[in-house]
């Protein structure tokens, strides 16, 4: 279900690395959640470092759209940068498994199957 590779650099690296191969594999960075600064902000004792990038593709967004709107609460996919125990990770959720536990369309399995080869493709240029 999830997909998590360690990682050699240091997190400012790899997020920086991460938003470079997102952008070479033909997606866009939408935003990017800084959720360590989010929590320390709110006063939450949080040690570790995490960003989530939130990436898309709008061919492959308005062909899952386009089959059943209501995933659009599945979208954009999500990328992960962070640090467990002083070591760096990139990490997601699969997306045909999460969008085959909403559906069982053959379309969207496929469209699936080809972002999630390319989020990984993305998290093993920038690990």
């Known amino acids: 279900m999830y ?3 360690d990682s050699t650099k240091n997190f400012e690296q790899a997020v920086s690395d991460l938003e470079i191969s997102v952008k070479d594999l033909g997606f866009g960075v939408l935003h990017v959640h800084n ?17 989530v990038l939130e990436v898309c593709n709008p061919m492959q967004a308005a062909k899952v759209l386009s089959v059943d709107m ?11 940068v962070f640090t467990e125990n002083g070591k760096t990770k990139l ?8 969008l085959a536990a909403l559906s069982d369309d053959p379309i ?11 989020t990984i493709d993305m998290i093993n240029a920038a690990k």
Do not use: H, W
């Open 3 to 5: 997909y998590v590779v």
């Open 35 to 51: 959720l360590g600064e989010t929590l320390r902000s709110k006063g939450v004792d949080f040690k570790e470092d995490c960003k």
């Open 91 to 98: 990490g997601l959720i699969k997306p045909e498994k999460m």
């Open 108 to 118: 969207l399995i496929q469209v699936a199957k080809e972002v999630e080869a390319k």
């Open 70 to 80: 209501r995933l659009n609460m599945a979208l954009p996919c999500r990328i992960s």
